[in-house]
């Protein structure tokens, strides 16, 4: 494996993406494992913070396509221009995150690179000499270990959350500017605006307790089981997103990639199977609880404490418990 | 407006899961295949916008014969023609390949598909179909607004709430997200006369694919296992009494 690794550095409004910070880190061992070199490269405009903010991150060299039409540019031109310059770096591994815009972006990369990808990694390491991935299959109850062949090529995503903050280092790398003929790449579709959600009458992620409920409770007429617990517990009522696409409960409830990240003192998952949408924007919580009929579920990889059982069981009882407890504290 | 919408069939409980001699490939007991509930979605998507502007929809699957039952239910859901691409690949460049040559057999202004698929949890085939077509594409939709039948203007996700507003020339694929619309109910009466409706299909040759396109390359399966745990959660046991007691124990020793 003699070509670079080529990161992708994620970033918007001149912040850089979290996810950048575990791909460097993860990308430097395995650089540093099998002797070759780590390249960055970011594509927007105005990049100047976005790349001191990971210059010392221990790769050799960062890459910069700075071009005004890439500042809000669709994604079909984002997959040309990322793919024009690992074209030119000719790298061996590509790694980028698997957030919504790795979704994105990953398969038309790959597909211009006529490479393969492995999206929804949890792990990229080297095993036996060989660069090994981890990935979910069926709902995340069972992990597959894909061995590369040697001297194959691939664009890896990987998910946030598995791997450890990135260290600095001495070493600064050296910054390559690289221009693309941005407005020579065939393109069909603009990008016509950036909207934000609007709030709503609660923000869930201020919450310090959190009772979640995913698509185990059934139906819209059972979500009061939950939403008493949560009551009981002076916490606010949360959901995964099946239950915000059912309508039971408003998107403003919703945890997860395309809802809100939560860091509550307390997060009580309540019949959600644990989808890596959903733990993407709860595994930072300090104490997790998953109450889940299936052993299984993925919720109990990130779980501090389960009960595996049905939570019309529980929820009752540990709703009468904490209520009970309050009145003995008054 | 012509609809493509790409449905995967999807098995339900998977058992007795091995590596293909081939290492490239897995194999299992799969029960009922149903519908990818992604692709669900974007089948509903595809009729509403039917509903509104006229059009047809033509639901594509790839698989062999176990895939017509998921046809079938497009059908009774209200899709017009229903189209089987006799390959089975889990590859996603394979598949992706396929399908593009698939979709350049039928006509439409607009492809449909999920963000992926419960079975593989790759999210790529759609996309990767988009480039090789060449179509412009967006994933994450929520939102989907036709504009002077040349053009459609999507909201689609960025995550955390941030959403970006993409106006597409037609031809364009759309990886729609799920809950864009309400799933319908199919009357079992409707899923029985919809068992009459032809399906037609694609095989490989039809496709015109040189084989080499259809075998997967660069990797190959090692080891499939359930989720190494990576941390040890504390189990409760006992009678709900028990467990509640335990468990608010737990929560107030946190705060």
Redesign the interface.
């Known amino acids: 494996m003699a070509r670079d690794i080529l990161v992708l550095v994620e970033h918007a409004e001149g912040k850089v993406d979290s996810i950048t910070s575990q791909l460097l880190t993860i990308g430097h061992r395995l650089a540093e494992q099998t002797g070759v070199k780590l390249v960055a490269a970011a594509i927007g405009h105005k990049l100047d913070s976005v790349a001191a903010a990971v210059q010392d991150s221990g790769m050799d060299k960062i890459v910069l396509v700075d071009d005004p039409a890439l500042a809000l540019a669709p994604a079909e031109v984002q997959a040309h221009v990322i793919a024009e310059v690992a074209r030119q770096i000719d790298p061996c591994l590509v790694l980028i995150g698997y957030n919504l815009v790795g979704m994105e972006l990953t398969p038309a990369i790959a597909s211009q690179l006529g490479m393969n990808a492995f999206t929804n990694c949890v792990a990229v390491e080297i095993r036996d000499d060989a660069v090994t991935v981890t990935r979910p299959l069926f709902d995340s109850t069972i992990h597959a270990q894909i061995v590369l062949e040697e001297n194959a090529t691939a664009v890896i995503a990987l998910q946030k959350g598995s791997f450890p903050p990135l260290e600095t280092s001495s070493k600064q790398a050296t910054v390559e500017l690289v221009s693309v003929d941005v407005t020579s790449i065939p393109s069909r579709s603009r990008v016509v605006g950036i909207i934000e959600e609007p709030r709503g009458e609660v923000d869930i992620a201020k919450a310090e307790i959190i009772v979640a409920v995913g698509r185990g409770i059934g139906n819209e007429e059972k979500i009061h089981f939950t939403a008493e617990l949560a009551e009981a517990l002076g916490g606010v009522l949360a959901c995964s997103r099946p239950v915000v696409d059912m309508g039971w409960l408003p998107r403003e409830r919703q945890v997860g990639a395309s809802g809100k990240t939560v860091t509550p003192k307390i997060y009580v998952a309540c019949g959600i199977s644990g989808a890596i949408q959903h733990l993407t924007g709860m595994r930072e919580a300090k104490r997790i609880i998953a109450i889940n009929k299936d052993p299984n579920a993925p919720i109990f990889q990130v779980a501090h404490v389960g009960v595996v059982g049905d939570l019309f069981e529980i929820v009752p009882a540990l709703t009468k418990a904490a209520k009970e407890a309050r009145v003995r504290q008054d | 407006m012509n609809i493509v919408v790409c449905c995967k069939a999807v098995p339900g409980l ?1 058992t007795d ?1 091995k590596i293909g001699l081939d290492g490239r490939s ?1 194999q299992y007991q799969g029960q009922l295949l149903s519908i990818n509930e992604c692709d669900e ?1 974007a089948l509903e998507e595809a009729l509403t916008l039917k509903r509104a502007h006229g059009g047809q929809v033509t639901v594509i699957s790839m698989g062999g014969i176990k895939v017509q039952d998921v046809l079938y239910y497009a059908l009774a859901k209200g899709a017009d023609k229903a189209v089987r691409v006799d390959c089975e690949s889990q590859d ?2 394979v598949a ?1 390949a396929v399908l593009a040559a698939a979709l350049k057999k039928l006509e439409f202004d607009l492809v449909l598909t999920g ?2 698929s ?11 179909a ?3 077509l ?7 939709v929520v939102d989907v607004e036709l504009h002077d039948n040349n053009a459609v ?1 999507v ?15 037609l031809p ?1 694929l759309l990886c729609v ?3 864009i619309q ?1 799933l319908s109910f199919v009357p079992p009466a409707r899923r029985i006369r919809a068992r009459q409706q032809p399906v037609s299909s694609l095989s490989p040759t039809d496709l015109g694919l040189p084989a080499d396109q259809l075998v997967p ?15 040890q ?4 046991q006992g009678n ?2 028990e ?3 335990a ?2 124990a ?3 020793e ?2």
């Not at chain 2, 419960?118 to 990767?128: K, N, W, Y």
């Not at chain 2, 060449?134 to 994450?140: D, H, M, S, V």
């Not at chain 2, 909201?155 to 020339?169: F, M, P, S």
């Open positions: 998977v899961l897995l979605y996603p460049r992706s963000t992926q419960r079975d593989t949890l790759g999210g790529q085939v759609g996309i990767a988009a480039n090789l060449g179509l412009p594409f967006a994933y994450a203007k909201r689609k996700e960025l995550g955390g709430g941030r959403y970006a507003e993409v106006e597409l020339a364009a997200q799920t809950g309400p390359k660069g990797y190959r399966f090692v080891a499939v296992h359930p989720p190494e745990r990576t941390h959660v504390e189990l409760l709900r009494q467990i509640a007691t468990l608010l737990k929560i107030q946190s705060l």
